[in-house]
């Protein structure tokens, strides 16, 4: 097999993305299954930057490398992440939630970066490039896992890192559900 590895080029909306792929360790194999989008998706997240739009106000204070999160190893990018949910090209959108998700919902478990992040991602559900479905998708997702333990949250030690990423994540979907809530409910199937 060979290994996805030196320049690529892509086109979305008529516009050429040149990548190269030389020294960036990302693993993929070109075979029959082979599909570039995620791992040029990648490739562009970590490389390109992203503008200010309203939904991050306030994102600034946030002390995200200090922030308790799955592995506790790309919390520091989580500003950048933010800003490329709403990038240009899709699979940049998708690679920067795959990069949250994994960080703030792996395997069920929320964490105090899941509380974090939640206020951004429900900002930014009216912003004309947002994936809805699919941050709506990570939304319900959270939310089932949150609500799951919301009783058992409520006796844990409450300087417990657990027991604020249950309740502050509830809070903060609470917070934005009425701006949710139409999103849900709307025709448009996207």
């Known amino acids: 097999k060979k290994k996805a590895s030196g320049v690529w080029e892509f086109v979305h909306a008529g516009q050429t993305h040149q990548v190269d792929l030389t020294g960036l360790g990302l693993r993929a194999d070109v075979d029959e299954d082979f599909e570039p989008a995620p791992l040029l998706g990648i490739a562009l997240l970590d490389r390109d930057s992203y503008p200010e739009v ?8 946030v002390d995200w490398a200090d922030t308790p999160s799955c592995y506790g190893k790309n919390t520091h990018h989580f500003a950048h992440y933010l800003r490329a949910l709403v990038a240009e090209v899709p699979a940049v959108r998708r690679a920067a939630l795959s990069r949250i998700a994994s960080e703030t919902l792996h395997q069920g478990t929320i964490y105090v970066a899941t509380a974090r992040v939640i206020p951004f991602v429900m900002r930014l559900l009216d912003h004309p490039r947002a994936s809805v479905g699919a941050l709506l998708d990570y939304l319900e997702a959270v939310t089932s896992q949150a609500h799951a333990y919301r009783e058992q949250a ?13 309740l502050d994540t509830l809070a903060a979907l609470e917070q934005g559900f009425a701006h949710l809530a139409p999103l849900v409910d709307a025709p448009d199937p996207d």
């Open 154 to 166: 409520l006796e844990w030690d409450e300087d417990s890192d657990d027991r604020v990423a249950v």
């Open 54 to 61: 309203d939904a991050f106000t306030g994102m600034e204070p």
